[in-house]
Nanobody, 128 residues
Framework: QVQPVESGGGWVQVGGSLRLSCTAS????????MGWFRQAPGKDREFVAA????????YYSDSVKGRFTISRDNAKNTAYLQMNSLKPEDTAVYYC?????????????????????WGQGTQVTVSS
């Protein structure tokens, strides 16, 4: 397995919660940062949240700050995105990425992000 694998997406009503998981590729000696992006129909992929290798540093887009929480458990090679107070505009396919550079993830440097490993995506639908 090289790609990370996302899970936990689904359908939820406005104001509800979901927790996404991203199980990393398990490459040896990996010290990658991990992040979440999302892409709604007809829109560009956008940054959501990122967490450093140690888990000590996190960063969020303004649109999710205060509602979403990113974390990781390195013993399980897994990152999580806890999403609370969901809104219809959160509806999108959510993608996980492993990348050596935390800065590249938060900068949404897509040219640089080709050096990382993207998951296949998981659909989140928020219904009013």
């Amino acid at each position: 397995q090289v790609q990370p694998v996302e899970s936990g997406g689904g359908w939820v009503q406005v104001g509800g919660s979901l927790r996404l998981s991203c199980t990393a590729s398990g490459r040896t000696a990996s010290t990658d940062a991990m992040g979440w992006f999302r892409q709604a129909p007809g829109k560009d992929r956008e940054f959501v949240a990122a967490v450093s290798w140690s888990g000590s540093t996190t960063y969020y887009s303004d649109s999710v700050k205060g509602r979403f929480t990113i974390s990781r458990d390195n013993a399980k090679n897994t990152a999580y995105l806890q999403m609370n107070s969901l809104k219809p505009e959160d509806t999108a396919v959510y993608y996980c990425i492993e990348h050596p550079s935390f800065r590249a993830i938060i900068a949404s440097d897509f040219e640089d992000l080709t050096a990382g490993y993207w998951g296949q995506g998981t659909q989140v639908t928020v219904s009013s």
